[in-house]
């Protein structure tokens, strides 16, 4: 699954009042999950960043660019049933972690959004 398949993620907290991120799929992320999640309850799922940063340096004389790809685990749970379209990551440390982790979703979704 990719971050162009989250519709919306917010922080809130699950029926025992601990920090959580509810996720929204669009349809091709939902079925992605629903058969990832069905043969992988129990398992760890790994949430990882993925940017590609470009560096700009003079060789020769002559600038040359150098795209690095860059990953980052930013949250790992634990696959607590088959889910598909809505789903919520618990286990949080704090409050301030859902929001973080909620609002790192929804800046990518923002920037998947201005690329023409």
């Known amino acids: 699954m990719t971050g162009d398949q989250i519709v919306d993620a917010s922080s809130g907290v ?3 009042g601990r920090p ?3 996720i929204s799929l669009n349809g091709v992320g939902a079925a992605k999950m629903a058969k990832t ?3 992988s309850v ?3 799922m790994a949430v990882v960043f ?3 940063k470009v560096d700009t340096k003079m ?3 002559q600038k040359v660019r150098h795209k690095e790809r860059v990953e980052k685990v ?3 749970a634990t696959i607590q049933g088959v889910f598909s379209k809505r789903f919520q990551t618990t286990g949080l440390d704090s409050p301030q972690e859902a929001r973080n982790l909620a ?3 929804l800046h990518r979704l923002k920037l998947l959004k201005n690329v023409p």
């Open 42 to 44: 129990g398992k760890p």
């Open 103 to 105: 609002e790192h979703w």
């Open 50 to 52: 993925i940017e590609y």
């Open 59 to 61: 060789v020769n004389g």
């Open 14 to 16: 699950d029926q025992d």
């Open 37 to 39: 999640t069905q043969v």
């Open 74 to 76: 930013i949250n790992v």
């Open 20 to 22: 959580s991120v509810n």
